[in-house]
Structure formats: C-alpha cells, structure tokens
C-alpha cells in the first residue's frame, strides 16, 4: 500500500508550487480563477472516462487519507481556532469551525458512504421510442465544473470534494478565512487519497487566496465555471445571488418553524421542539420559530421546556401573556435567523394562522407540525410551500446525511434544477441520447 503520509507531503509540495506559479505569472484574481478552471475542466473531461467502480476506490483512498492525517487536521484546526476566538467569532460560529477526533472520523465516514451510494452518471431517466423506430433516451451527466464557497465548516471540504467526484465533476472550493488551515490540510488529505487511487489530482482544487476578489472573479467565471454553490451565512449568499454571473444553488435563510397543532400529545410536542432548537442552534435546520395553535392545551409547558433549555424565548402577546418572564418579540424576530440559543414564538388560530404565519415570514428551508390529526398533517405537508416539510419530527433532520444521501453540497430552497439536501442527483443535469437505424425528416 502507498505511503499516505508521503502522499500527502507531496500533495502540500505540488500545491505550494502551483501557487508559487500562480503568484509569478497570474497576477489577478481572474486570471487565478481562470487557469484552475481550466484545470478543473481538463480533470472532469479525465474524470468522465472513469469507471463507477474506480471513482468508488478514488473516494476510499481519500477517506483513508483523511484517517491517516487526523492529527495534522486537528493541529491546523486549533490554529484557526485559536486566531477565531481571537477575532470575536460567536459561539456558534466556533461550533461550526470546531474539529474533535470524532467529527474527523465522521468526515471520512461521510466521504466512505459517499462512496457506495448509487452512481448517477449513466441513468437512464426514461426512454421513448418514436413512431418513426428513433429510440430516444435522457441520460444523466455530470454538470461539469462546480464552484463551491463557504465558510466556517471545514467539513463541506470533503464533503463537497466528494460528492463532485463521486457524480464525475471537478470541483473549485473556496473556504471562509478562518478555516484556512483546516480546509488546507483536509485538502491535502483528500487529494493525496484520489493520487493513490490514480485519479486526477485537478479534480478538487483549492483557492489558496483569502482575498474576497478570488469569490467575485468565482462569480463572474461564466462559461468557466457550471454552477456556484455558497454555504454560509446571510451576507455570503446574498452577495453570491446578488453578483454571480453563473448559476447558482442555494438558500438564502432558515426561518424553520414549528407547529404544534391542538391535537398534538404533549410529551412528543416537547421532546421535538426542544430538539430542533437547542440540539444544534448553528445550524440551518434549526427551527428559529415555534408556532403555538391557541387551542393547543399545554402552551405554557410548552414554553417552559424550551426556556428550561436554555433558550431565550421571545414571544408575541398571547405568548407572554401565557408564560409571564419570557421577552416580547418585535417585528423584526419574526424574520431573524438566530443560529443561537433564541427562538421566537407565536400562539396562532389553528393551521389557518400557521399557514398565514408561514407564508409571510417563511424562507422555504425546513417547516414541521406536530399533530395527531392525519387530516390536519396532510394539509399542513401540502399547502407549506418549503423544501422540506416534516411531520412528527424535528426540523434539525434537514441534513444530506439523514436523507440517506451520505452527505450534502448544500439545502436549495429555490424550485428549479432541485430542492432540499442536494447530493449525488442534484449535481447532474441531462442530454438527450438518440438512436436510430437510418431515419431523417425528408
């Protein structure tokens, strides 16, 4: 077996030249952008002409070598944690940067499952064929050249890088700047793993730059780059949306909220409103607004768990007035995503006033109810216009992983192209493949 740990010394060697190179003889940003995607295309045109089974062995190599440089990432992790704490970052901004040994072993993992799902690349979607005898199929295809910009969570580096390869794109990943150790050397890790495996090491690369002229020259790559993915926060996606020149998948907040109906058991409405807030605040499927039917019999206990919990409840004037101590909400709370220990809560008049509720102030992320009523869930599940809408469960299960789908690129809440935990399916489009014996239109 390869020597991994020499591998990945001469991924960091080769890396350090090709910037080296890039510093010398591309000065500018767009130039910088321009040589890695053609780099990137070159690899996805070399990546294609691999079999399914042998992207798979590429993807085990690399979450071996991830193993292997455990201790490495975790240094570089406490680097940029140490700078980030410096720097003021909140509490739940470090949550995302954070690694421990476990969250790196969960990472391979990720990359290792990415491995044995179903390769897209080749389905046949459906076939038809013309009264004529002309057979004509749509197939699916990898989109091509995939920019992905994110920041904090270190992880979307391997996750990502494995998704892309897995579907047979190649991939341009530009993390935030207070992981750029962690992203530089779980990089280093994963490519090392696709050399060992004979794979093209261009096929994830990394924008070693941390100037914010590298994202706009991303956005701006037309014809360069296929499609631009932003994980972040708030700023980071509108100005993704506001300035690309590419196409671009992603949401913009996760204002998720919850339901509870008047006919919910009491015990499961407590467990999961208090799960899908405080299990994680930091992240994007965590409900930021808890919606209280008025004939819902237990709404103080209710409250109070979720106060129990630690969270700061902010509630409209029903609220209070049924759980004196908690803070009024103002208008503004309705439409916070909080990724923190806060979330905002209204008593509405049944699922009419949660439906309005939702509609006005909704991101279309991740909505849930809880309800006994099958009839009520039904119509909940079918008139919330959300990526994802869930009933009897919480909100915080809105991840790639939990779907099944090893892992995610991001939560696309827009209606084209695809919607929810983007995987495997999301990152490929189609052509038309037609066969004939012959005919022509005449």
């Not at 940029?80 to 990472?107: I, K």
């Not at 992240?283 to 209280?292: F, K, Q, R, S, Y």
């Amino acid at each position: 077996m390869p020597d991994v740990n020499g591998l990945i010394d001469s991924a960091a060697a080769a890396s350090r030249d090709r910037r080296a190179s890039v510093m010398l003889d591309i000065p500018s940003p767009a130039a910088m952008i321009a040589a890695m995607a053609a780099e990137a295309r070159a690899a996805a045109h070399a990546l294609a002409q691999f079999s399914t089974e042998q992207r798979r062995a590429g993807l085990r190599a690399a979450a071996g070598a991830l193993r292997a440089a455990t201790p490495a990432i975790l240094a570089a992790n406490e680097a940029d944690m140490a700078r980030a704490a410096a720097n003021g970052l909140t509490p739940a901004m470090l949550d995302r940067l954070r690694l421990d040994a476990g969250r790196v072993a969960a990472m391979a993992d990720g990359v290792a499952t990415v491995a044995t799902l179903p390769d897209p690349v080749g389905a046949v979607i459906d076939e038809a064929t013309r009264p004529n005898g002309l057979v004509l199929r749509r197939v699916r295809v990898p989109i091509g050249v995939i920019g992905i910009i994110y920041e904090s969570r270190p992880n979307v580096t391997a996750d990502a890088a494995a998704l892309c390869v897995m579907s047979g794109n190649a991939v341009v990943l530009r993390g935030g700047s207070e992981a750029v150790e962690s992203n530089a050397a779980i990089h280093r890790a994963f490519v090392a793993g696709l050399a060992e495996a004979g794979l093209p090491a261009g096929a994830v690369q990394r924008v070693a730059t941390t100037d914010r002229a590298a994202v706009g020259a991303m956005l701006t790559a037309d014809g360069l780059i296929d499609l631009i993915v932003p994980r972040g926060g708030k700023s980071l996606v509108a100005r993704v949306q506001g300035e690309a020149r590419v196409p671009v998948l992603a949401h913009l907040d996760g204002i998720n909220h919850i339901f509870v109906h008047a006919s919910a058991d009491q015990a499961m409405a407590e467990r999961i409103v208090v799960d899908a807030k405080m299990r994680r605040t930091g992240v994007c499927g965590a409900m930021e607004t808890l919606l209280v039917d008025a004939a819902y019999p237990a709404a103080p206990a209710l409250l109070a768990a979720l106060s129990a919990a630690g969270c700061e409840v902010r509630g409209d004037g029903r609220a209070c007035a049924m759980t004196p101590g908690i803070a009024q909400a103002d208008d503004a709370d309705w439409d916070t995503e909080y990724l923190d220990a806060i979330a905002s809560a209204a008593v509405v008049d049944g699922l009419e006033g949660a439906l309005a509720h939702i509609a006005r102030h909704g991101s279309h992320h991740t909505d849930a109810i809880v309800a006994a009523d099958e009839d009520i869930a039904h119509r909940f599940l079918a008139e919330v216009d959300s990526a994802i809408v869930l009933w009897n469960a919480s909100t915080q299960f809105a991840d790639g992983g939990e779907f099944g789908l090893g892992a995610e690129i991001g939560i696309a809440t827009g209606r084209l192209h695809a919607r929810g935990p983007v995987a495997l399916e999301g990152l490929t489009t189609y052509k038309w493949i037609g066969l004939g014996t012959g005919q022509v239109r005449g």
